[in-house]
Nanobody
Framework: QVQLVESGGGSVQAGGSLRLSCEASGYTVSSGCMGWVRQAARKEREWVAGICRSGGTYYADNVKDRFTISKDNAKNTLYLQMNSLKPEDTAMYYC?????????????????WGQGTQVTVSS
């Protein structure tokens, strides 16, 4: 059974930083693709970033140059370093994973989801 457990969310002022972590069990982070999807209140889910087996990283335009996705295969953990946070980054952030490495990574359709961690950025 795949479990993805996020941590690291919280409240921060605009311009601040947070690092989200996602510890995986029942899934090997080096095997497929993983990502982060967020959902703000009363809005649709939004893909944020992704990383696949090759290590290539991909970002939504509105977080590129501010967020960095990475993984530690030894710890079987996915990370999202978020810098220069803005109020519009406020959302529930979900860790996601899938086995396919061929489908588009810029998607909110993933096989596995964590429970989410809240990020709140105040102005």
């Amino acid at each position: 059974q795949v479990q993805l457990v996020e941590s690291g969310g919280g409240s921060v002022q605009a311009g601040g930083s947070l690092r989200l972590s996602c510890e995986a069990s029942g899934y090997t982070v080096s095997s497929g693709c993983m990502g982060w999807v967020r959902q703000a209140a009363r809005k649709e889910r939004e893909w944020v970033a992704g990383i696949c087996r090759s290590g290539g990283t991909y970002y939504a335009d509105n977080v590129k140059d501010r967020f960095t996705i990475s993984k530690d295969n030894a710890k079987n953990t996915l990370y999202l370093q978020m810098n220069s946070l803005k109020p519009e980054d406020t959302a529930m952030y979900y860790c996601t994973a899938r086995n396919s490495t061929t489908a588009s990574i810029r998607t909110v359709n993933w096989d596995y989801w964590g429970q989410g961690t809240q990020v709140t950025v105040s102005s």
